[in-house]
């Protein structure tokens, strides 16, 4: 549910771009 609490999301910079955790949210629910 939480995204940010995946690893994957750690490692990327979505925390400075919010479209990366847009897509990388959608990437790791698809």
Same mark, same amino acid.
């Given at each position: 549910?939480? /995204? &940010?609490?995946?690893? !994957?999301? &750690?490692?990327? &910079?979505? =925390? +400075?771009? +919010? =479209? !990366? %955790? =847009? !897509?990388? /949210? &959608?990437? %790791?629910?698809?």
């Amino acid at each position: 549910s939480d /995204c &940010r609490k995946h690893p !994957v999301y &750690r490692s990327q &910079r979505w =925390k +400075e771009n +919010e =479209k !990366v %955790a =847009k !897509v990388g /949210c &959608r990437y %790791a629910s698809g």
